[in-house]
Antibody, heavy 119, light 107 residues
C-alpha cells in the first residue's frame, strides 16, 4: 500500500524558514517523480513544485520560485521542501504527492501538514 | 500559464441523480487532464487521468470525457459518499494548474 506521511509543519514568523519532509513507503521511491501541492484554508489546490525520480530535474510554481527548494533522498525514501523567506500567503496545508510512473498526474497523496505563517 | 475554468462552483443534487461538472482550459491541453475528489477534512484522491481513464479502485459511476479545451466529469447514480469537492487539473504544461473546484452537496 502506498503511504506518504508529511511532517515538519507548524507556526513560523514571516521571513523565517521551515523544512517539510515526506516519508514514503509501499513502493520503490526512486522510480517515481514526486511533488508538493498546497491548499490555503478553505481555498483550492495549488501546485508548488515537482522533482524527477533521480532528483536532477525540478520545476516550481511562480509564487514560490526562488524561495522554495524541493529535494529528495532516495536512500531514505524521503521527499523534502525547504521553504525560505516565508510570507503570510504561504499559509496552507502542504501535501506530498506521488506522480504516475510515466506521466504527470498526482496518483497518490499524503494526509498533509499545516504551515501557518504569522507573527 | 494555462487557466482552468471549472463550473459550477457548487452543485446540489439528489441521490440517484446524474451530475456533470465542466472544466475549460485556456488553450488546448491534449487530454492532459485529471479529476480529483476531496472529501471534507481529507486529502484529494485521484479519480480520472488522461481525461477519460479511471484510476484503480474508483467506482465505474465516475467517468470523464472531452478533448481540446473542454472536459467534463460525470457521476451516474449519485451516492451519499460522493458528497465532496471536485477539482480538475491540467498537466500538459508547467505550471500545472487546477480549477477552482466544485462543491457537491445532497439536495
Amino acid at each position: 500500500e502506498v503511504q506518504l506521511v508529511e511532517s515538519g509543519g507548524g507556526l513560523v514568523q514571516p521571513g523565517r524558514s521551515l523544512k517539510l519532509s515526506c516519508a514514503a513507503s509501499g513502493f520503490t521511491f526512486s522510480d517515481y517523480n514526486m511533488a508538493w501541492v498546497r491548499q490555503a484554508p478553505t481555498k483550492g489546490l495549488e501546485w508548488v513544485a515537482s522533482i524527477s525520480y533521480g532528483g536532477s530535474n525540478t520545476h516550481y510554481g511562480d509564487s514560490v520560485k526562488g524561495r522554495f527548494t524541493i529535494s529528495r533522498d532516495n536512500a531514505k525514501s524521503t521527499l523534502y521542501l525547504q521553504m525560505d523567506s516565508l510570507r503570510s500567503e504561504d499559509t496552507a496545508t502542504y501535501y506530498c504527492a506521488r506522480l504516475a510512473r510515466v506521466s504527470y498526474w498526482f496518483a497518490y497523496w499524503g494526509q498533509g501538514t499545516l504551515v501557518t505563517v504569522s507573527s | 500559464d494555462i487557466q482552468m475554468t471549472q463550473s459550477p462552483a457548487s452543485l446540489s443534487a439528489s441521490l440517484g441523480e446524474t451530475v456533470t461538472i465542466e472544466c475549460r482550459a485556456s488553450e488546448d491541453i491534449y487530454n492532459g487532464l485529471a479529476w480529483y475528489q476531496q472529501k471534507p477534512g481529507k486529502s484529494p484522491q485521484l479519480l480520472i487521468y488522461n481525461a477519460n481513464s479511471l484510476h484503480t479502485g474508483v467506482p465505474s459511476r465516475f467517468s470523464g470525457s472531452g478533448s481540446g479545451t473542454q472536459y467534463s466529469l460525470k457521476i451516474n447514480s449519485l451516492q451519499s459518499e460522493d458528497v465532496a469537492s471536485y477539482f480538475c487539473q491540467q498537466y500538459y504544461d508547467y505550471p500545472y494548474t487546477f480549477g477552482a473546484g466544485t462543491k457537491l452537496e445532497l439536495k
